[in-house]
């Protein structure tokens, strides 16, 4: 495929170019093959293959196959086992080039067909929780580019995943990661902006989404395209706002939110709310609600092309695609998904099926996301309606003591941080200020810890101060605080020498 400008004269007798697309044919028909490795040998299922399925796609999707082999003697059930490794191999010509690998998870027998399904070698990341958050020498948490700290957790956790197609993002982040699903993590670090996939040879690839083209093929109306199903604009996935709903520390919610942004709704107000128990920090929930919000914010093109087999295409990259009756103009579409279907009793025994955009979401689906998120809040924990959260849990030793300090608290196999006075019954501790987005509109706090008995004790109190510390005010008090300041100060008086706080945290709006 190949495009082409024609130069022709206008009717003012200027020169303009008139853009003509041409979609090339290749020379050669396209070819595929499929071998298992066990751990004594490679078995060839050449000829083997009745139907297959196979997909694939970049950051959480690992991709996954299902194929049903010709097998009446059982004479391949009998020599694989499951996590024996697939491999497809496609080309147009003779097929030489890996273009997925997956670990076999179920093996089954069915007529005269052993039947095989599993996941692709990014499975590895599904199963692996992560431990990360790097410090200095004195031990405050290190800011890193977002590159960087997945190049420091494949070399911490998965040795053997080379680097070779990590691209360089200079977007810089915290780490502070504690048993958090290695595919949450991928998914924090692409963002909006990025993509990732384990490609066959177990290389990370992290790259510019819209940086990679595929210049080998296209799908063209009069040439290769079998079927487009719903291609259409999708406004019903359009939000202009997010709200993440992570998991409690101490019974504190963290609660992030993006700005809203409605200039895609015509001022109309669309909140999208979800829950996401892997998010444990604030940091980690607010890069997450900007980056849903990006991902939500355009009205994407959604439906399914099916066209012939596509045997070079690979995840995240843009192909052309022309198919002027669907009304899909000639253009590079980046592919997030696709499936290549082998099915040798069908007119078309080879097909890719690629997703446009996002799927189109249905009312079922959105009532099941409504459950869902209803069921795991179900105690409502933001009854003032609140945007963002800012919790201090004592893990780290930020923040001014007097006559206070961090008790490491032994439970189970681990423990906790509680604040305490160093001697006797009076100390507090006070926050650094923190920089808000914008100022505030509302506030609310939560504390945690032993002996509070569900209220502060009698001299117990949060204060608060929005000028950087010139005044204080007292939380649940006769005094107001004009809510004008776009920074925040908390400060924690304790009164007894019994209590300990675990954690103490603000829940606020903004007025942006």
């Not at 020379?27 to 004594?40: G, L, M």
């Not at 070079?312 to 592919?335: H, N, S």
């Not at 290549?340 to 078309?348: K, N």
């Not at 608060?464 to 908390?490: P, Q, V």
Request: one cysteine or more; a negative charge.
């Amino acid at each position: 495929m190949a495009p082409r400008n024609i130069n022709s004269i206008g009717p003012s007798g200027n020169i303009k170019p008139i853009p003509s697309w041409i979609v090339v044919p290749p020379a050669t028909d396209s070819d595929y093959y499929f071998e298992i490795i066990t751990d004594t040998e490679t078995i060839d299922l050449a000829d083997l293959v009745n139907k297959a399925s196979i997909s694939y796609g970049v950051t959480d999707t690992v991709g996954t196959f299902e194929l049903a082999i010709i097998d009446p003697q059982k004479t391949v059930y009998n020599k694989i086992d499951t996590f024996d490794e697939l491999f497809l191999y496609a080309d147009y010509g003779a097929p030489t080039t890996k273009r997925f690998r997956g670990k076999i998870e179920r093996k089954g027998y069915q007529d005269i067909y052993t039947i095989l399904s599993g996941r692709g070698n990014g499975m590895i990341f599904a199963s692996k929780n992560i431990i990360y958050s790097p410090r200095d020498s004195n031990n405050n948490p290190i800011t890193m580019a977002k590159s960087d700290v997945l190049k420091a957790i494949l070399t911490e956790f998965f040795p053997n995943v080379t680097q070779i197609n990590i691209e360089e993002n200079t977007d810089l982040i915290v780490p502070n990661y504690f048993e958090i699903p290695m595919t949450t993590v991928i998914t924090e670090l692409c963002g909006a902006t990025h993509a990732f996939f384990l490609d066959p040879d177990n290389d990370a690839n992290y790259f510019l989404r819209g940086s990679r083209t595929n210049m080998v093929e296209a799908i063209s109306e009069t040439a290769n395209h079998i079927e487009t199903s719903d291609n259409a604009k999708d406004t019903e996935n359009t939000y202009s706002k997010v709200r993440i709903y992570g998991s409690t520390i101490n019974d504190i919610p963290i609660i992030q939110s993006s700005a809203s942004d409605t200039s895609n709704t015509k001022g109309i107000e669309k909140e999208y709310k979800t829950d996401n128990a892997s998010v444990l920090t604030d940091t980690q929930g607010a890069y997450l609600a900007q980056s849903e919000a990006l991902e939500r914010k355009e009205a994407p093109r959604v439906g399914q092309v099916s066209a012939l087999f596509l045997p070079t295409l690979m995840p995240g990259e843009k192909l052309f695609v022309i198919i002027p009756r669907e009304d899909i103009t000639p253009d590079y579409y980046e592919v997030v998904n696709y499936t290549h279907s082998f099915d040798l009793s069908s007119e078309f025994d080879k097909i890719t099926t690629i997703n446009l955009k996002k799927s189109k979401v249905s009312t079922s689906s959105i009532i099941r996301d409504i459950l869902k998120f209803n069921d795991s809040v179900a105690s409502n924990p933001n009854p003032q309606n609140m945007d963002y959260s800012l919790i201090y849990d004592f893990s780290t030793d930020e923040g001014t003591f007097t006559n206070t300090q961090r008790n490491f608290i032994t439970s189970g196999l681990g423990g906790y941080y509680v604040l305490k006075t160093i001697s006797g019954a009076d100390g507090s501790w006070t926050s650094p200020e923190y920089q808000l987005a914008g100022n505030l509109s509302k506030l609310e706090f939560r504390i945690s810890g032993d002996f509070l008995e569900g209220t502060l004790p009698e001299g117990t109190k949060i204060q608060f101060s929005i000028d950087g510390g010139i005044t204080f005010y007292t939380y649940l008090s006769t005094e107001e605080a004009i809510l004008t300041g776009d920074t925040i100060i908390i400060k924690v008086n304790l009164s007894s020498a019994d209590t300990a706080i675990k954690s103490v945290g603000a829940l606020y709006s903004l007025d942006i």
